[in-house]
């Protein structure tokens, strides 16, 4: 397991949302990422981990065109931005949502306004079909209706981090990149903030590319994992090819004591459900 895939008969039947080929990306004369290569398939919630300054978010950043890559390939969706007019590029933008970590909320804009953000941004619509949207998307991540007319200072971190996700879905995405979503949530919040992405994957039909450095997210809710390092993806698929990959990194990572307390669990097909918040934050 190299990150690049390849299929017994050579053939990758699955759908590729998203496809990295040979991304290098670098300050100066520091190389951060060397000829990555990272495929998501339509459809799964990938976690995305490695040690800390690796360059996950360099990596998310350089997938969502905030910084310039020195080589290689990004193709969303089956396009490559690169080859985009404008118009096409707003139009990919528009299957794209972003959650950013700590939320990243306006906090001079309620919730409501805060997820209006994009709609204003990409789309002319009514304030009454903005309003009424906004309403369906705070439902949709689980905030009481009255969560819409608060400021992100009334808010506690959990609610924060569910009306970032409402912004993210505000533009019905495919694709949805979250950063570090559990980070600063307690057990309990993080675990419902899990099975709350497990149930939107399965309702809308999303496909998540989640940085993370929770093990319980890991554990629980991700149908494949990706390691970065190496300034590459040194490894990718199920916690059973982690614990078996030969590397003092991953092997601390995922059999390390905090692992070790949650791995059993995940043994059976029971685990994922039974892996609510309890072995987090040991
Ligand atoms: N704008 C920048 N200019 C120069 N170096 C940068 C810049 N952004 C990131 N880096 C460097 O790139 C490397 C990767 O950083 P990145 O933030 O992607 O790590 P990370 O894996 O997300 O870490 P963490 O898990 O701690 O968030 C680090 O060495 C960082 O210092």
Redesign the pocket.
């Known amino acids: 397991m190299d990150g690049q895939r390849a299929e017994p008969n050579g053939k990758d039947e699955r759908d590729i949302v998203l496809s990295a080929r040979d991304v290098t990306v670098g300050?100066?004369p520091?190389i951060?990422l060397d000829k990555l290569n990272l495929n998501i398939y339509r459809g799964e919630i990938l976690g995305f981990v490695?040690?800390?300054?690796?360059?996950?978010?360099?990596?998310m950043?350089t997938i969502l065109r905030l910084?310039p890559r020195r080589s290689g390939m990004i193709e969303i969706l089956g396009q490559n931005f690169d080859k985009l007019d404008e118009s096409q590029r707003n139009a990919l933008d528009m299957r794209l949502g972003v959650l950013f970590q700590q939320g990243a909320l306006f906090s001079s804009l309620t919730v409501r306004e805060n997820i209006q953000v994009p709609m204003r941004e990409y789309l002319d619509l009514p304030k009454s079909l903005m309003d009424e949207l906004a309403h369906l998307k705070i439902r949709l991540v689980g905030l009481a209706a009255d969560a819409a007319d608060k400021y992100p200072s009334e808010l506690s971190g959990g609610m924060i981090k569910r009306a970032a996700l409402a912004r993210a879905l505000a533009l019905d995405p495919e694709l949805v990149f979250l950063d570090?979503p559990t980070s600063g949530l307690d057990p309990i919040g993080a675990a419902e903030f899990d099975e709350l992405i497990a149930r939107l994957r399965d309702t809308l039909g999303l496909t998540v590319y989640m940085?993370t450095?929770d093990l319980d997210s890991l554990f629980s809710v991700c149908d494949r994992i990706a390691v970065?390092g190496h300034k590459r993806v040194m490894v990718e698929g199920t916690i059973n090819d982690m614990l078996a990959y030969d590397d003092p990194w991953v092997q601390a990572y995922f059999k390390g004591k905090r692992a070790r307390s949650i791995v059993p669990q995940q043994e059976t097909a029971a685990g994922r459900a039974e892996s609510t918040g309890d072995s987090r934050g040991k």
């Open positions: 300050f100066g520091k951060v490695g040690a800390s300054g690796t360059g996950k978010s360099v990596l950043r910084l570090e940085v450095h970065l």
